[in-house]
Nanobody, 132 residues
């Protein structure tokens, strides 16, 4: 069974950068659609970015141009490079893994910043706090 472990969160000042990692075990990262979602206090979980099994990427509008998702097949890990962080980027960031049949749905829901679809395997989350 697949397991995901996120890391890389922290407390940073506005304008800083962080790189989150999502290490996958129990499966090959290239075979899945993997997304990053975040949840701020009192708010619903929202899509941030995703990478499909075919490598196609997608971003929600608030992070487009600042975030970059990538994967390293050799390390079986997906990364989220976050640049020019803003206080509104604060939240718990989760990575989630879906079967490849979710490629199109996950892309659509991510781009719209919507809540994640059912059927994913979740990591435990990593806290990102952007504050001066």
């Amino acid at each position: 069974q697949e397991q995901l472990v996120e890391s890389g969160g922290g407390l940073v000042q506005p304008g800083s950068s962080l790189r989150l990692s999502c290490a996958v075990s129990g499966g090959i990262v290239d075979d899945y659609a993997i997304g990053w979602f975040r949840q701020a206090p009192g708010k619903e979980r929202e899509g941030v970015s995703c990478i499909a099994s075919d490598g196609v990427t997608a971003y929600a509008e608030p992070v487009r141009g600042r975030y970059l998702i990538s994967r390293d097949s050799a390390k079986n890990t997906v990364y989220l490079q976050m640049n020019n962080l803003k206080p509104e980027d604060t939240g718990v960031y989760y990575c989630v893994l879906y079967a490849a049949v979710f490629n199109t749905l996950l892309k659509a829901m991510t781009q719209q910043g919507r809540s994640p679809p059912n059927g994913g395997t979740w990591g435990q989350g990593t806290q990102v706090t952007v504050s001066s």
